[in-house]
C-alpha cells in the first residue's frame, strides 16, 4: 500500500476481471497480452457456450470491455487492444 | 484556494468560467448552485444569471487542470465502499439545490431488498464495480444509494477522468458492464429481482443532464421561431430520455426518436 510509486495496472488483469464477470464459466476465460512497445494486444478466450456473452447483440458487450481497456491503457501511455478469440 | 463566487447565463456556463479561472478539472471541485438562473420563457424573456460557488474538492496541492489527460500519480489504496455517504464527500458535490435522498429516501421497496441476500450489504452491482475500480488502479471510493427506480453507484476520488472519457462514452461502457456482471450475478444466484444501476463519476451525469436540458430548450426555441424540425446530435437512449423529459411538458413542440443506434437522435418538431 501506498509505496508513492506509480500504481503498475495489469490491463490482462483488468480485461480478465470484466469477461470474468460476465460469462457462465468464468474459469474458462483466458487472457493473453501481447506487448510490442506501446502497443499492448489483449486476446480473450472463453468457453464456446460464452462466446456470444463476450461479444453481446451488435457486439456491444465486447465494444464495452475495449472502451474501458482503451481508457485505462491511455491513462498508462499505452494503446490496448482486445480481441476475442475463439 | 478559496472558494469563488461565479456567475454566467447558465448553470454551465457559470461553472466553466469558475473552472477556468481556479485551473481545476470538473472532477476537481466542489459545487454549490446558489441560483439556477431563469432562462425566462424559452430563453426570450425574464432571463436571470446563474450563480454558483465553487472551491477545490481534495486538499489537493496540484492542480493539473484536465483529469483526462492525468497520467494518473495515484497510489494504490484499497476501496472502501461505505452504504451511506458520508456529508462531506458524495453528497456535498451535488450542491444543496437538489434534495438528496438519503440512506430511507426513494421509494424504500428496491432499496430494502438490495442487499438483502447480500453478503456485505452491498449490492452486486456495487462490489463489481468496486473490484473494477480497484483492477483499473484507481484512488476512488464506491457510494451506494438507492434513487427512484435505480440504484445509483457514485464514484468519488482523484483523477477521474479516465472514467467518464469522451461525452461519457466510458462511463455508459462501466454503467452498462455493471447491469451485465450484477445481472448474471443475479440469476446465477437465482434471484429474479432486476435492479438497475446508474454510474455517475462526480456529479458528471448531474452536469450533463443540465447541459442538455438547456441544449433541449435552446433548440426547442429555434423550433418555435423557425417552424421547422430540429434534429439534434446522436444520443444514447438514457441522453435521450433526458431530453424528451425536459421537452415533455413544453409547448409547441414535439419530440420523437429517429435512426438506429448508436446513431439513434431526436427530431424536435413543431406541434402543439
Redesign the interface.
Known sequence: ??????????LR??VS??AS????EPDMVRVREIENGDSVILEVSVAQGDMGKVIGR?G??A???R??AK??A????KRAMVEIVE | MKPIEVTGKTVDEAVQAGLSSLGLGKEQVEIEVIDEGSRGFLGLVGMRHARVRMGPLHADPTPTGDADA?????????TVVPRVPSEDSADSIRGRRSSVPGRAAGTGKMGADVGVSENDGLSRGAR?LE??VS???LDADVYEREADEVTMLEIEGKSLG??I?RHG??LD??Q??VN??AG??AR?AGDEQRVRYVVDVAGYRKQREETLTEMAIEAAGKVIRDQRNQVLEPMSALERRIVHMALKDAEGVVTHSEGR?PYRRIVISPGE
Open positions: 500500500m501506498g509505496t508513492g510509486k506509480k500504481n503498475k495496472v495489469e488483469d483488468l476481471y470484466l464477470n460476465i460469462v457462465d451488435h456491444r458487450v465494444r464495452a470491455i472502451t474501458v481508457a485505462t491511455t491513462r498508462q501511455g | 492525468g497520467r494518473g500519480s495515484s497510489e494504490p489504496r484499497p463489481f473490484g473494477l483492477v483499473m488502479g479516465v472514467l472519457g462514452e466510458t461502457s462501466v452498462y458492464l451485465l456482471a448474471r450475478a446465477a443506434e
